[in-house]
Each structure stands twice: as structure tokens, then as C-alpha cells.
């Protein structure tokens, strides 16, 4: 069964960064794409940022583009998320997710219902 750990979560200074990590084990298939997503309370799952393992296809939601990068290492079974300017509406708990496939990630939605395996979550606050 596949098993995510997120990690690198913490409170930051508007403008500040951080760097998420998604540590990922028991892939059974190499093609799979690799979710980020978030919920601040009182609002719905958003996705952040999505990864294709099989050709390495990525994708950011408006709001986060330019600041955020999504990164996948092989060697270490890790993605990770880095998050430069942050901004106050960034708080959330962010999710790392899992799922099998080649997707077409302009295609996967928002709410990642297409996602199988998740995360705990871990909490970025980011103060003004």
C-alpha cells in the first residue's frame, strides 16, 4: 500500500519561505501522479500543484504560480514543495496525494477526488 508522509510545515513570516516534503513508499508502479493540495478552515480542498511521474509534467494553480515549485527526487522517493512569498491566504494544512496512471494533469480536478492515497497533512501558517 502506498504511504505518504508529509513534513516542513511551520509558521512564517508574509514574504518568507518553506519547503514541503512529501516522503512516498510502497509504489508498486512507476507511472503515477503526485498532488498537493490544501484547506484553510471554512473552505473547500484546492489543489496547489500537481507532478507526472511519467514524463514529468507539472502544473500550479493560478494564485501559486511563480512563487511555488513542485520537485520530484527519484533517489530519495520524495516530492517536495517550495514555497517562496508567501502570503497570509497560503494558511492552510497542505496534503500531499498519490494515484496510479498516466494523467493529463490540466485534466485532474481541483478537489482531487481522482486521488487514492493521502497524506496526514501538515500545517503552513503564514502571519502578516
Known amino acids: 500500500e502506498v504511504q505518504l508522509v508529509e513534513s516542513g510545515g511551520g509558521v512564517v513570516q508574509a514574504g518568507g519561505s518553506l519547503r514541503l516534503s512529501c516522503a512516498a513508499s510502497?509504489?508498486?508502479?512507476?507511472?503515477?501522479?503526485i498532488g498537493w493540495f490544501r484547506q484553510a478552515p471554512g473552505k473547500e480542498r484546492e489543489g496547489v500543484s500537481w507532478?507526472?511521474?511519467?514524463?514529468?509534467?507539472?502544473r500550479y494553480v493560478d494564485s501559486v504560480k511563480g512563487r511555488f515549485t513542485i520537485s520530484n527526487d527519484n533517489a530519495k522517493n520524495t516530492v517536495y514543495l517550495q514555497m517562496n512569498n508567501l502570503k497570509p491566504e497560503d494558511t492552510a494544512v497542505y496534503y500531499c496525494?498519490?494515484?496510479?496512471?498516466?494523467?493529463?494533469?490540466?485534466?485532474?480536478?481541483?478537489?482531487?477526488?481522482?486521488?487514492?492515497?493521502w497524506g496526514q497533512g501538515t500545517q503552513v501558517t503564514v502571519s502578516s
Open positions: 496525494a498519490a494515484v496510479y496512471g498516466d494523467w493529463s494533469l490540466p485534466s485532474m480536478r481541483s478537489s482531487g477526488s481522482e486521488f487514492d492515497y
Open positions: 510502497g509504489f508498486i508502479y512507476d507511472t503515477y501522479a
Open positions: 507532478f507526472s511521474s511519467s514524463d514529468g509534467d507539472t
